[in-house]
């Protein structure tokens, strides 16, 4: 399976983006997906998670309230709604999957698929 990450770009403060990631390959219907951020200078760091079921959402206190992770089923695509942005925000994008869970996880190394990545770059 494969992961195509896309949707990134420069936007305003207080500005929106939606980040979308393509599977391909096979479905990932029943596994655990995420998206990861890493800033310059920074580790990769957990952003949001969504279950195999697409009922259960975990987010990172810093974008909680402002980003919103959902699937499309049909499309086999992950998506990520950033809302409220803040410089902060400011890196590259990576989605992952657990190729064999399908229980959330916000640690990167219990991810084993990953997306090329996508720069988001938010201006003061």
């Known amino acids: 399976v494969q992961l195509q990450a896309s949707g990134g770009g420069l936007v305003q403060a207080e500005g929106s983006l939606r980040l979308s990631c393509a599977a391909s390959?096979?479905?990932?219907?029943?596994?655990?997906m995420g998206w990861f951020r890493q800033g310059p200078g920074n580790e990769r760091e957990f952003v949001a998670g969504?279950?195999?079921?697409?009922?259960?959402?975990v987010y990172a206190e810093s974008v909680k309230g402002r980003f919103t992770i959902s699937r499309d089923y049909a499309k086999n695509t992950l998506y990520l709604q950033m809302n409220s942005m803040k410089p902060e925000d400011t890196a590259v994008y990576y989605c992952?999957?657990?190729?064999?869970?399908?229980?959330?996880?916000?640690?990167?190394?219990?991810?084993?698929?990953w997306g090329q990545g996508t720069l988001v770059t938010v201006s003061s």
């Open positions: 992952a999957a657990r190729s064999t869970s399908d229980t959330i996880a916000s640690v990167v190394s219990m991810y084993d698929v």
């Open positions: 390959g096979r479905t990932l219907a029943t596994n655990a």
């Open positions: 969504l279950d195999g079921t697409g009922r259960y959402s």
